[in-house]
């Protein structure tokens, strides 16, 4: 079947250092993956995705790159900022039909 | 367009009573789909509708949940006689016409829904 598994958080970084949030994942077939952000009293939104193995999705300074190999799509960025804090959610579509999320990971940046 | 609307944002009712949610996708979108999302877990898928086809259901909507999309625009989710466990929030999203699987879903805000 298909799943998404994510580290569990929180994570609580200082501002400006290294950010790695790791999703693995399970499926059948040739899913598509992706990285959902919400802030604080907001809606899920897009913050990056890849439709094939190798790819690599990008946005903000947020990368993650699909590796097929390792089942996985983890998320970086280099130096994140206080305005980063949220819960990040890693999920795939196998088909057009419905996204399989992971429980999420809430990340906390302090000044 | 200002995106997927969902009415109302909370709702709090008496274990046992029945209630409706809206959502609003975004105009030009014709799949729809709800989750349904508890504390500290990932949205959980719940049904699909392609225009006004409800395509798919997860075993998770009970036989006292029901989902309508009648003109292909807007769509209602009802609970009948919630218990407790249905306390989550609702989520509701869209995505593009003649998107494929590769496409991203557009989120609403949700409705947290609380049972007392």
């Known amino acids: 079947g298909n799943s998404v598994t994510q580290m569990e958080g929180p994570v609580t970084l200082s501002e400006e250092a290294f950010l790695t949030i790791n999703c693995t994942y399970t499926?059948?077939?040739?899913?598509?993956l992706f990285w959902y952000v919400q802030y604080p009293g907001e809606g899920l939104q897009l913050l990056l995705k890849?439709?094939?193995?190798?790819d690599k999705g990008s946005n903000k300074g947020f990368e993650a790159t699909y590796r097929k190999e390792t089942t996985s799509f983890h998320l970086e960025k280099g130096s994140v900022q206080v305005s980063d804090s949220a819960v990040y959610f890693c999920?795939?579509?196998?088909?057009?039909?419905?996204?399989?999320f992971g429980s999420g990971t809430k990340l906390n940046v302090k000044p | 367009d200002t995106g997927v609307s969902q009415n109302p944002r909370h709702k709090i009712t008496k274990r046992g009573q029945n209630v409706t949610f809206r959502c609003d996708p975004i105009?030009?979108?014709?799949?729809l789909y709800w989750y349904r999302q508890t504390l500290g877990q990932g949205p959980e898928f719940l049904t699909y509708?392609?225009?006004?086809?409800?395509?798919?259901k997860s075993r998770l909507l009970s036989d006292r949940f029901s989902a309508e999309r009648p003109k292909g625009s807007f769509s209602t989710l009802e609970i009948q006689r919630t218990e407790q466990g249905d306390s989550a929030m609702y989520l509701c999203?869209?995505?593009?016409?003649?998107?494929?699987?590769?496409?991203?879903?557009?989120f609403g805000p949700g409705t947290r829904l609380t049972v007392l």
């Open positions: 890849a439709t094939k193995a190798d």
């Open positions: 105009s030009e979108h014709n799949r």
């Open positions: 509708f392609q225009n006004e086809a409800q395509l798919e």
């Open positions: 999203a869209s995505s593009p016409t003649g998107a494929g699987a590769h496409s991203e879903q557009f």
């Open positions: 499926a059948t077939g040739y899913p598509s």
């Open positions: 999920a795939l579509s196998a088909s057009f039909n419905k996204f399989y």
